[in-house]
């Protein structure tokens, strides 16, 4: 037990002394995410496939016509402990610390999780948790292709019309501090897109006058482009915004351009 106990005044001392190392910490952690958002693109050539609640999809099905998409690795299947019943302990605690999803789809990014199991029991499964996760099934090579054959793992993606792209990769202890709105759109390619970010020139903002993680998204002014080409305009955002009235509640979506019309 700790037995330095002190007055308001040293605490408040002490607690000042933290404060400068905390501070430290999160510049570190916005100038990784930073770096991150300047990583290479790794082009997905092959097609994969998943079993979904709608049946068959593929890795762009998985987008759900956003521009991002996250796929955690969670294990669930034959050979786990616990199974069927119960998933892997430690992808159930990450499972449960998922915020809601309503905030990272308003910023064009999806997140999904991918398991062995069957649809029936990923269904059984997120019922009896009561987790909302988009769930899907790994029928081929995904999992060995992407570094979490063996292991959990969250990739990111980006894509362009049909064509995907792998941004990053976070797995082992870094999937610990994974959950929050803020640590998944860390590792995006796009990042949180707040005006404060350091982002490459042309990269999306948001409009935070609601608070939290803003709801709606603004697009930057459109560059000059040539005739037909397929970049948006003003009258064309890249994202859409969120509403909050019954009649038009949830997410609405329009379509994503190039990421060479930036």
Not at 125 to 151: C, H, N, Q
Not at 230 to 258: H, M, N, W, Y
Request: aromatic fraction near 10%.
């Amino acid at each position: 037990m700790n037995t330095n106990v002190v007055s308001a005044q040293e605490w408040e001392a002490a607690r000042q002394q933290m404060l400068v190392k905390e501070k430290a910490l999160t510049r570190a952690r916005d100038a990784l995410a930073a770096e991150r958002r300047r990583m290479p693109w790794q082009a997905v050539e092959k097609k994969y496939e998943f079993d979904g609640p709608a049946g068959k999809a593929s890795l762009v099905d998985l987008f759900d016509g956003r521009r991002q998409l996250i796929v955690y690795r969670a294990f669930f299947e034959p050979g786990v402990h616990g199974w069927p019943e119960h998933a892997c302990i430690g992808c159930s605690l990450g499972a449960d610390q998922v915020a809601h999803l309503a905030h990272l789809n308003a910023r064009d990014t999806t997140l999904v999780y991918a398991s062995r199991a069957p649809q029936t029991d990923i269904a059984r499964l997120k019922t009896r948790m009561g987790w909302e996760i988009p769930w899907y099934t790994i029928t081929d090579s995904f999992d060995a292709d992407f570094g979490v054959d063996e292991w959990h793992g969250h990739n990111a993606f980006i894509r362009d019309g049909e064509r995907v792209f792998r941004t990053y990769f976070i797995n082992s202890r870094g999937d610990e501090a994974m959950g929050t709105v803020w640590s998944y759109l860390d590792m995006t390619a796009l990042g949180r897109q707040e005006t404060w970010e350091d982002s490459p020139e042309g990269y999306p903002r948001a409009d935070r006058t609601s608070g939290g993680t803003g709801t709606t998204v603004t697009s930057p002014t459109p560059r000059p482009t040539p005739s037909g080409s397929k970049c948006r305009t003003q009258e064309r955002p890249l994202f859409a915004t969120r509403t909050d009235s019954p009649e038009t509640s949830g997410i609405a979506r329009v379509s994503v351009e190039a990421r060479r019309c930036w």
